[in-house]
């Protein structure tokens, strides 16, 4: 015989045999040429046959039989079909543990966890290759049904730290004092039976839920540990009004007031479940919103304040600054709810204004509010009008809605006085008739809600100005401003037809002011004739009040205090609501 791989393939004598088998499964991979020859009887060969190739390529193990019936307390033994000495093996067992095995694991023990249909395979790794057999589906009974007669004699044995009751009809029942795995020698009718179980202590399911909680406000807690274990199938909490899962966790809320009880539950592989009961008592209290009622400039920073009328348990304030990210926030303090306000000694009026938020916390540690409005206060800047004057340029207040902006006026922080008073969607001014020398600016808002101007006052008690205020701006230190050449107005709505039905006549107009460069781009709106016809509002809607037909003479002044204007010409139709241009027939 002529081969390849130099390996005796025929073990004896063939006699006269016309076939031979041999075993492939132990052979290399590879290609093999085989030949045969006769021998007589005196031991002479004769001539060689021709050679035929065999490829041969490396086949996957197999498992030997498994035993058809076998319980979770058995011992399964386990065994590959002709093993390779060369070979390494690794057993995989759903719901088993390998307890023993040869040096190479051709052979094992595995101890089974749970009943079931469970999949048994084998791996060999040869020549850095590995080789996974085929699945075997192993019909496992439960451990329970080999005592299910009291008929059975049988004890336990190895059971240390535990207690053992009779629960009668032939069951028991084990109990531990401590927790971790455990193993249990079941002698029964002179066989003996071996498992393993994990014995947990029931503080391992207690959520972190503290002793007094607030009624209808959510709580956070996280999974315990012991949930993540692959015993566990499942985790539920009960007694709570609303939970919601989320990925480390729940979000719980607790609506009846009084003692409560939430239970903790899981579930295992074998059937089996464990609860924990989690006291805590309720309060009528609920977590308010988190409100800023104003921030407002102190000296050279600024004031953050909030409501400070809250529930007992509402003992904290987070306060959250933006960084340089757009709306990304992050907590910049941790005050007592009961200061009221908290000073951003990192803040500077003069350069920048911020936006703020902040979020209520509980005295319990894990019950907050939703995080405040964002509140952005406001920033002055002074020019040096082009022609006469100063003119003043604000941010509008973000995180209420404004009725009005007052321009205050002083040689001093401590002497302004309200000079004028303009509508809350404007953020200009020009004060032509500003005295000679260096005198001080700043704008104070008043909120268009009651209950917010009340708590503007109130966290203003220390001066007689019932509103908030933006930084003080001096005319030393006014900006020279490039004026306005001229203002076109246009109209901002495009149709394609004249007419527009319905019986609604609106233009929002528009004003271009050139140079495009100039420091002030506001303007100001107005009617210089027919304002029984329409109304204009100070962001340029004209509106037709259907009084009639008739032109409307519109103006838009630029704020600079250039005295630069322009204006347009719009007649208005109430026949069929038609709108146009008497100029340009738009």
Known sequence: MAY???RNLFNGNMGM???YMFDAERLDAGKYYISVQAIDAGGLGGVWSDECVYEHKQTAPSTAQLPVNITAADTLQLRVNNPRSDAKYSWNVENGTIISQSNNGSTAQAILHAAGNLKVSVAMELGGQTYKSKEKTLSVLPFAEIFDSTDLDFRFQNV???TVNDKGNGKLSISWSTSGEKTIDMIADSCTFSTIVKVYAPEDFALAIPSKVMKDTPISVKRPKTMFDNDISYFNVKGVTKSQTTNDGFILTLGDAGYNEVVSSVGFNDGSECTFVNKTTVTEETMPDAIITGVLADGNHYRVNWNTSVPQMVDRVEILRETNRYNEFEVVATMPVSQGSWLDTASDNRIQTQRYRIRLLANNNVQTSTISETHKPLHVTIYKSATKGYSLVWNAYEGMDIESYRILRGTS???????AEVAGSLQNYTDISAP???CLYAIAYVPAS???LAESCAMRSNTSNAYMLSNAVSTAEAIEAVAATSIEIGILEKYDSKTLYGGDCR???TATMLPTNASLSGVKWSIVSGDNIAH???????????????DVVVRAEATDGSGIYGEKTISISQIKARRYLSSDKH
């Open 413 to 419: 922080t401590d002497n302004l006085t309200q000079i």
């Open 536 to 550: 204009l509002s100070a962001d340029g809607v004209l509106t037709h009040k259907s009084l009639g037909d008739g």
């Open 436 to 438: 000679a020398g260096t």
């Open 507 to 509: 233009f929002h107009l």
């Open 450 to 452: 009651t209950q917010q």
């Open 4 to 6: 390849g791989r130099r």
């Open 160 to 162: 240390f730290d535990a």
């Open 17 to 19: 045999a016309l076939s």
